[in-house]
């Protein structure tokens, strides 16, 4: 991943004339990304974002580090967290940007989260064990730390058993409803999800609303109930979504008075997953979800650090 020219320890300097770049969804090693929170903030800086948001899944463990990563290079990090929430038996990704991780409403909330996450790790060692797949729990605790255990590390030890060629192919195989490695899971509800979120200060935007594949109608039913519950944004540029994504994103956004967010989910330099930044520009027409916490006169936002 060296870009050739570009000094590793390059210093960003924010001046007016800087040209920001926002990425406010990445993974780190604290879920499923393939980088340390503070690998994750040099990569960000030799690729120009100036402000990043750190969303791993259920968990804020990440941020410290961030942060202290990103003063040192003069990046401005976003406080964030992507929470897993079920809705009509859909898993639906709400992000929190701008949260204070010390929010003891948002922590007792991810806590449930994180439990549910190691009894979901048990039984999918189990399903695969009987499966004839032995050995998933040792090898997705070794791999995860002290960080999430999510579906990525049992896809990654089951492309490493050789039952797939890639992480892509693992999903499609054995990990999605209805085959053999698949656990369902009643995640937060849709409304908890956003009350922590507002509780610690944040603003709760839809992630990657493309992917959950739902008909205008259940979208609007989904962004009416989120809209409801004290939801203010969505993402409309997203590394995973096509231009006609976008688009459709746009609408909603516009549709329904929602600031409107830029995340590429970055989780590996691996070429099969969306990289870091490098994110094309908002529809002008829209309301930057950035406006929340930036004030007219830094540009640079003061509320978050
Ligand atoms: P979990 O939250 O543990 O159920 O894992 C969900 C994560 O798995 C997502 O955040 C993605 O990073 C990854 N994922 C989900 N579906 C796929 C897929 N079809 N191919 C590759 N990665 C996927
Ligand atoms: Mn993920
Ligand atoms: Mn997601
Ligand atoms: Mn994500």
């Known amino acids: 991943m060296e870009q050739p020219g570009i000094d590793p320890s390059h210093r960003i300097h924010l001046t007016p004339f800087t040209t920001l770049m926002y990425d406010l969804h990445t ?17 960000a800086g030799l690729v120009g974002i100036t402000t990043l948001a750190l969303t791993d899944h259920d968990s804020t463990a990440g941020v410290a580090e961030a942060r202290q990563a990103a003063t040192a290079i003069g990046l401005h990090l976003i406080p964030a967290v992507e929470i897993s929430t079920t809705w009509h ?35 999918m060692d189990r ?29 990654r030890y089951l492309v490493r058993c050789g039952l797939a060629a890639s992480v892509r ?15 369902a899971t009643e995640w937060a509800s849709l409304e908890a999800a956003v009350h922590w979120i507002n509780t ?28 409801q519950v004290g939801g203010r944004g969505i993402e409309v540029i997203s590394g995973t979504g096509s231009q006609a994504d976008t688009q459709s994103s746009a609408d909603y956004a516009k549709r329904y008075d929602l600031l409107a967010s830029v995340g590429s989910d970055f989780h590996s330099p691996d070429a099969v997953w969306p990289k870091l930044g490098r994110l094309p ?11 929340a916490w930036e004030t007219a006169d830094s540009g640079l936002g003061t509320g978050v650090s």
């Open 169 to 183: 192919d693992v999903f499609d195989r054995y990990l999605t409803p209805g085959k053999p490695g698949y656990v």
């Open 89 to 123: 038996d859909k898993s639906v990704h709400i992000v929190g940007l701008g949260i204070d991780p010390a929010c003891p409403v948002l922590q007792q909330g991810l806590h449930g989260l994180q439990n549910l996450r190691a009894e979901r790790a048990q039984r």
């Open 27 to 43: 993974h780190s090693t604290n879920s499923d990304g393939a980088y340390t929170p503070t690998e994750l903030i040099r990569q």
């Open 127 to 155: 399903q695969l064990a009987d499966y004839g797949v032995p050995g998933a729990m040792t090898a997705v605790q070794a791999m995860a730390g002290t960080g999430m255990v999510t579906r990525t590390h049992f896809a």
């Open 200 to 227: 610690a200060g944040g603003v709760a935007v839809l992630a990657h609303p493309q992917r959950y594949r739902l008909t205008g109608t259940w979208m609007r039913r989904l962004l009416d109930q989120f809209r």
């Open 281 to 291: 520009p908002l529809p002008e027409y829209l309301t930057p979800v950035w406006q």
